[in-house]
């Protein structure tokens, strides 16, 4: 039998784009999976219409076509983390369902991938662990591409797809990438002539980790609530000497942005966010003299985006670097409460 992959995803408010992707991974050519949605404290219906479909599910109208018939049914079972935490597997049980944990609260994406992670280890002896957006629609044989890669490449410990647009499919989004050496990440845009290849970084969109990868370098770092695990963790590889790579023939297609979008009141508030991550990652990889140095530069260089790309007044600029910088060199982890704290003195 093929080795079995727990395949993880979240859905938060977003209940149209998680139903087209559970649809799009119900035909897939692998079969020995199961699926860990856990659903972010949705404040819309989200989890009555993705429990709906399920019972009879149909394609949806999106810009794909499916290429198999999906079943009458998608079996499911439904409980919060409480629940989740002290469920057991039945042998009778089948397999490949919908396992749907409701979370209390929105987590953010590293803590809710984290909880599906460790859900899956205790319920399957899973070989692979899958972590996917809710806001992608996958080739049929995505899933089978990227595992005999693994399988045939043991040399790598994580294996990424390659991810086009969503809107504009032959247009790649990321296919890897390298990080330079002042901690800015360059995807590469056109796919080599070759089914699998190296990358230095890795997009959490579409990400496969070995079980021996997770137990040897741990879980998605919790300190980042929206973004920057996957480079934080492209880190923790490249420090213990471990390689990534991405698999070309496993295609999916990423609604680019639509999910990160609904977090921000101004587009400003996602450079605060985007920079307070930066500059929390890569304190613990730089040396300190460097990171203090490289901050100040970087700083001028987010000035310069919030005057031309942003359309910020120069004091407004002046007064979000400010803030930038001073909760940069105190904070441990960027949350909401911190970033509402700064939405509310830039008022």
Request: aromatic letters at 14%; proline letters at 4%.
């Amino acid at each position: 039998m093929k080795p079995h992959c727990s395949i993880i995803a979240i859905n938060w408010n977003s209940a149209q784009d998680t139903i087209e992707f559970i649809a799009s991974l119900w035909s897939q050519t692998y079969e020995n999976f199961s699926l860990i949605l856990l659903d972010n404290h949705s404040t819309d219906d989200s989890v009555d219409e993705i429990r709906q479909w399920l019972k009879t599910p149909q394609p949806i109208q999106g810009k794909f076509a499916l290429k198999s018939a999906l079943p009458g049914q998608i079996p499911l079972i439904e409980m919060d983390w409480q629940e989740a935490e002290n469920f057991k597997m039945q042998p009778d049980m089948p397999g490949k369902q919908v396992f749907l944990i409701k979370n209390e609260e929105n987590l953010g994406f590293a803590r809710a991938v984290n909880r599906g992670i460790l859900f899956a280890k205790r319920q399957f002896d899973s070989a692979y662990f899958f972590l996917l957006n809710n806001d992608i629609f996958m080739e049929p044989h995505a899933v089978e591409k990227i595992i005999a890669a693994a399988q045939e490449n043991p040399h790598y410990s994580v294996f990424q797809s390659a991810i086009f647009y969503y809107d504009a499919p032959q247009k790649i989004w990321n296919a890897g990438g390298r990080i330079l050496p002042w901690g800015q990440t360059r995807y590469f845009r056109q796919l080599p002539q070759r089914e699998i290849y190296r990358t230095w970084s890795i997009s959490g969109c579409a990400l496969l980790l070995r079980r021996e990868t997770i137990d040897t370098l741990g879980l998605l770092d919790e300190r980042f609530f929206h973004g920057e695990e996957d480079l934080e963790y492209a880190l923790r590889l490249k420090k213990n000497k471990q390689k990534s790579a991405v698999v070309a023939d496993s295609r999916i297609y990423h609604k680019v942005s639509m999910g990160a979008n609904k977090q921000w009141a101004k587009r400003s508030d996602r450079l605060i966010n985007a920079a307070l991550n930066r500059f929390l990652n890569m304190k613990q990889y730089f040396p300190r003299w460097f990171w203090n140095i490289w901050r100040v530069v970087t700083l001028f260089y987010y000035f310069l985006l919030l005057l031309f790309m942003y359309r910020e007044s120069v004091k407004d600029g002046l007064k979000i670097i400010r803030l930038i910088y001073k909760y940069s060199g105190q904070i441990s982890a960027v949350t909401p409460a911190l970033l509402k704290e700064i939405q509310e003195k830039l008022k």
